[in-house]
């Protein structure tokens, strides 16, 4: 399924719960952010509900992204000041590279509707040809956090497919 650049997009969706992974709580954040994202055309391709544990959180992020080839891996969870969230610390160590911008769009847009927002210590960045973005673990959050950013997905996932900037390929077509 492609959507914008005519790039097929495949998705997984990583929920960060301790309840949620023990059955103590129901995940609703990975099922609104698959609305989404299917919503855009996208396919998601793996979902898998975690612990807060940052050696399972980082495993998770480099199977989807150097063993399964996932353009695109979204996290829920895992992102505020408690002792046990450690989403952006497992991501960080994933990483290739960091992309700030994203994430500082995220939380513009976000505290525009709760203040709270600017607490999120998420992280977005490459693996890769993987684009990885940390999401906040409420469905609202998740959703808003992600619209914020979506127009630039696609255009995020040809840079790291070595297609260039479009005015680079608009100069090469002449």
Known sequence: MTKGNGLKIT?????ISDRCSKGLRRDESGPA???????QGWRVAQSAVEPDEREKIKE???DWSDGKGLALILTTG???????????????????????GLVERMRLEGSKRNERAVLSRA??????RSLILNLPGSPRGATDSLKAVLNLVPHALAMLQGEGHEKDRVEAAR
């Open 11 to 15: 998705v997984g969706i990583l929920t």
């Open 60 to 62: 998770t992020l480099l």
């Open 123 to 128: 992280i977005a960045g490459a693996r890769g």
């Open 78 to 100: 895992g992102t505020g000041l408690g002792p046990r969230d450690v989403t952006p610390e497992a991501t960080r160590g994933a990483l290739d590279k960091e992309l700030p």
């Open 33 to 39: 952010l698959r609305r989404l994202v299917e919503s």
